[in-house]
């Protein structure tokens, strides 16, 4: 049985009786509402930041309220307030039903999971009440660290997010799904100068799991950020224009992110504005490429137990050996679609509607000897980490930027070059991929998501793989 | 309704009592209404209440923020408790503390930021204004053959701050936007883009009808892309477009990245660092302006401020912390939210009209980019590096031809600047960041 601990430390916290939630939620579906749910959130956040070698800055916030949602066929009604009481919810369930009030189209079922809730990130206590002294002594550790591993670093900006979130979903049918989520989070950036370049590096990770897990690999992010900084300060100018990349493994991943996985969001496929709609059970990859989305390894950043509307997440295989399988869904689109749930409708917090949303995605292991598949490119590109990317889900057109990449010439590593923008097209792109690694990795947990406004914790994961032609976009033309 | 200047001042006295030397602290609340229509149909209605309180302590010159939602008696004991313990642990830092009270603002100028229209607008009109942006986009062209809908927003919400010091001020704002998003097929290739306006009240929203049929019109034009050959060519960014170099700009200019040595503008006042002609103001006291405010974030007092003067560099942008690392004072640009501790931002940030017309400006490149769409990340503050995916339309002698999709641009921001070789007389305030047509004589461009 899931502990009921998150159900019972929000009904107290906000005074409210289970029998409450019944009377809003019989309000919301008294018109002619297909679904209603109430989300109920309280999040604790604790920052530490260190910046001159010292612990200058600390933050610590609550953030707490209720959402009360009215499903409606395609109409989503919703209102929320960060002052919780049965008044203001009920004010609340009728602003939401005004959507179903105005329907003209006929109802629609939307399935409710009866599956259990995971346990993937128990923690004996919440990270975020470790005391702020410890933090700071870690993060003082990692300056250190940092310096240590070259005189060249200048600088070092170092800083701990810790959160603890707890969520209750309603529904009409009575069930209430709690859910009690910690996360951490490092980050260091690194400065580098050497006569008069400057450059940056940065690294860090995280994940659902307790301080001491983070504070084990903490150093090994300080020296990653440190000696990216130092490895570019050697960067020559990125070449332009199409050519092979090889990827390494982990948080280069973000390709498929951006590339395939937006594309395959249930919201975007059940209007028909993504390159990727009605494209199941076609080629959109290689042979070589099975892709899959899974919130239920333990303890990641994107995992989660349940999703934001109590639906417990799973293992969706997204694309086959090659073949499209599957598309991400929450409960609005799924119904619509009249596909199954997939346990990936996340919201931000309870200020946003939820959407179907990634948890960690990934490519599976191939067979190939990373050594071999860079040996195998005569003049390309390898490119080992990104900063960020973004998609153009109805083009197919997709861009991620390289923060550390380096010449391939006669299948050796060459010079370090300067962060380029890769840009492709999403069902073209993963058709390209002629050689898979046997090196799958999960990158270190840093990602984060936005759609729409709304920022999700995510993961990636991939490994080295080969591409056979896409643009590199630096300055040597 | 609760004055929150009145909170404000009590989360400062109460900060005291509790052994903070000085305090200042950010209170906030809001109501929203969006709404969407997608199709000609209801597709989305929200109602938002937010309200949020902020407290900054500092003990001794060690400093710590607490931030809450709840505005009970217990939750605003919580935020004074938690802000004092945390103060208590963190370094003590020389060039910390409130503004000097030599900056602080002493009168609050009116700047019409707030339109009451917010508080009784129903959903009804509101869904008409995105019915009418809609359907004028769909009844553009056949080819306009799906959409993402339409969208309506506005809020109305007050911010009051109060310091040790002795500032305390407070305003209401409110803001309004209506957007539409077509989605245009041909020859099984689809495309999207946008169009929007916003404004400080319900009656400067520019016509439904005229922001539908402009994201037509952006969205065909789209129709076709293609990649270009690689190589380097003159780029000529739409107004838009040409505003993210301002922001670009902006960061580099920013006191917390000077300080860090995180710039490639390092030590660069007075140098000329962009082209002859160029000249960069930043005035937070336009009436009714979309990033307009009376204080800054540690109650400094705003002023309409130089930035870059035909091409040289008059002023960065700095808050009091920033500007005691840097020596020097600040200009009033500290941004707040409740939960964290200032930053630096710029407020209504322009580049002045040039003399010339954008369609003198494509006629005078024989072959290059018009630039309609950026994205991704690839913008590199510490060395200026700047690499980005883009989408636009080509110019053969002169001329707009086919639309360009697939490709980076990329260049160092530091040339960039300098590159441009003319201003277009087309800079118009529709958003916070606005620029006139751009024309930068030199980037590579990245496709087959």
């Known amino acids: 049985m899931h502990d009921a601990a998150p159900e019972r430390f929000l009904l107290e916290r906000f005074a409210l009786a289970p029998t409450a939630l019944s009377t809003v939620l019989g309000t919301a579906v008294a018109t002619r509402a297909d679904h209603a749910d109430l989300f109920f959130e309280h999040r604790m956040a604790q920052t530490a930041s260190l910046e001159d070698g010292v612990v200058k800055k600390a933050t610590r916030s609550l953030r707490q309220g209720v959402g009360v949602r009215v499903l409606a066929g395609a109409r989503q009604g919703y209102a929320y307030s960060d002052e919780v009481s049965l008044d203001r919810l009920q004010v609340a369930a009728r602003t939401a039903r005004y959507i179903a009030e105005r329907r003209s189209d006929g109802a629609v079922a939307v399935s409710v999971a009866d599956g259990r809730p995971h346990d993937l990130y128990p923690v004996a206590t919440p990270p975020v009440e470790t005391p702020v002294a410890e933090l700071a002594a870690l993060l003082g550790r990692l300056d250190t660290v940092a310096r240590a591993y070259d005189p060249h670093v200048t600088s070092v900006l170092a800083s701990i997010g810790i959160e603890h979130r707890v969520i209750l979903v309603a529904t009409p049918d009575g069930r209430l ?20 370049v400057r450059q940056q590096g940065s690294h860090g990770g995280g994940g659902r799991f307790a301080f001491a897990e983070l504070a084990a690999r903490a150093e090994q992010f300080a020296r990653e950020a440190a000696r990216q900084a130092v490895t570019n300060l050697d960067a020559v100018p990125a070449p332009a224009g199409s050519m092979t990349v090889v990827l390494g493994p982990g948080w280069p991943g973000i390709l498929l992110h951006e590339a395939v996985g ?9 209007k028909g504005t993504s390159t990727f709609s009605n494209r199941i059970g076609t080629r959109v990859a290689s042979e070589l490429c099975t892709v899959v989305d899974d919130g239920t390894i333990a303890a990641r950043r994107g995992s989660l137990n349940v999703d934001d509307e109590g639906t417990p997440t799973q293992r969706t295989v997204l694309i086959e050996d090659g073949i499209l399988r599957g598309y991400l869904q929450d409960k609005q689109n799924a119904a619509l679609m009249g596909m199954p749930l997939t346990g990936n409708g996340r919201r931000e917090s309870f200020a946003h509607l939820p ?14 000897a990373p050594e071999d598949i860079i040996r195998s490119v005569d003049r390309g590109l390898y490119a080992v980490s990104f900063g960020g990317g973004s998609v153009d889900i109805t083009s197919g057109k997709f861009v991620f930027s390289a923060s550390e990449a380096y010449e391939i010439e006669g299948g050796k590593i060459g010079r370090p070059v300067k962060g380029a923008t890769l840009i492709g097209n999403g069902p073209d792109v993963l058709t390209r991929i002629s050689r898979v690694g046997h090196d799958l990795q999960l990158d270190d947990g840093i990602g984060t998501c936005g759609k729409d406004g709304q920022s ?11 591409i056979d032609g896409i643009t590199v976009g630096g300055t040597q033309a | 309704m609760t004055d929150l200047r009145e909170i404000a001042q009590d989360l400062v006295a109460r900060a005291r009592r509790a052994g903070a030397d000085a305090a200042d602290a950010v209170l906030g609340d809001s109501d929203g209404l969006e709404v969407g229509i997608r199709l000609g149909e209801v597709e989305k209605l929200k109602r938002s209440r937010e309200q949020r309180a902020g407290l900054r302590v500092f003990v001794g010159s060690a400093t710590a923020i607490a931030s809450s939602g709840d505005l009970t008696a217990a939750g605003l004991d919580a935020l004074v408790t938690d802000a004092i313990a945390l103060a208590r642990v963190t370094a003590p830092d020389p060039h910390g503390g409130l503004p000097d009270q030599a900056d602080v603002a002493t009168a609050i100028p009116a700047l019409d930021l707030y339109d009451a229209a917010v508080e009784t607008m129903e959903p009804a009109p509101a869904f008409e204004r995105c019915r009418a942006a809609e359907d004028a986009a769909r009844a553009a062209s056949p080819e306009i053959t799906n959409s993402e809908g339409a969208e309506f927003g506005c809020g109305g919400g007050r911010v009051a701050l109060a310091t040790s010091h002795g500032f305390v001020g407070g305003y209401a704002s409110s803001s309004f936007g209506l957007s539409a998003v077509p989605i245009a097929t041909r020859d099984g290739q689809m495309q999207r883009d946008y169009w929007y306006s916003s404004s400080r009240t319900l009656d400067g929203l520019e016509p439904a009808d005229a922001i539908g049929r402009e994201a037509a019109r952006r969205t065909l034009r789209r129709l076709g892309g293609r990649p270009v050959p690689t190589g380097e060519y003159p780029i000529v960014f739409e107004p838009e477009i040409a505003a993210s170099l301002l922001r ?29 002609g160029v000249t960069v103001v930043d005035d937070p006291l336009r009436p009714g302006g979309l990033a307009s405010r009376p204080f800054d974030g540690e109650g400094v007092a705003s002023a309409r401020r130089t930035i870059v003067e035909d091409g040289v560099l008059r002023s960065y942008f700095l808050d009091s912390y920033s500007a005691r690392r840097l020596g020097l004072r600040t200009t009033g640009h500290a941004a707040r939210s409740a939960g964290d501790a200032p930053g630096v931002s710029p407020t209504n940030l322009y580049l002045e009209a040039g003399p010339h017309t954008p369609e003198a400006i494509v006629g005078s490149v024989a072959k290059g980019l018009y630039v309609t769409e950026l994205i991704g990340f690839g913008v590199n503050t510490v060395t200026g590096d700047y690499s980005r995916g883009a989408a636009g339309l080509w110019i053969e002698n002169g001329e707009l031809t086919h639309p360009v999709e697939e490709i980076t641009i990329a260049g160092n921001l530091r040339d960039m600047l300098r590159g441009i070789s003319m201003i277009g007389s087309d800079l118009r305030f529709r958003t916070a960041t606005a620029s006139p047509t751009l024309k930068i004589e030199r980037m590579t461009v990245a496709g087959t």
């Open chain 1, 177 to 196: 799904v709690g859910d009690e989520r910690p996360l951490v989070h490092l980050s260091v950036t690194c400065i580098a100068e050497r006569g008069g």
């Open chain 1, 262 to 270: 937006h594309g395959l969001e249930g919201d975007f496929n059940r």
């Open chain 1, 355 to 368: 959407m179907p949303r990634m948890t960690n995605t990934f490519m599976l292991a191939g067979q190939e």
């Open chain 1, 456 to 466: 999700v914790p995510v993961g990636v994961g991939l490994p080295t793989i080969r």
């Open chain 2, 248 to 276: 670009h700009l902006a960061g580099a200019i920013a006191g917390s990245a000077l300080y860090r040595r995180a710039s490639f503008l390092l030590d660069s006042l007075g140098e000329t660092i962009a082209a002859p």
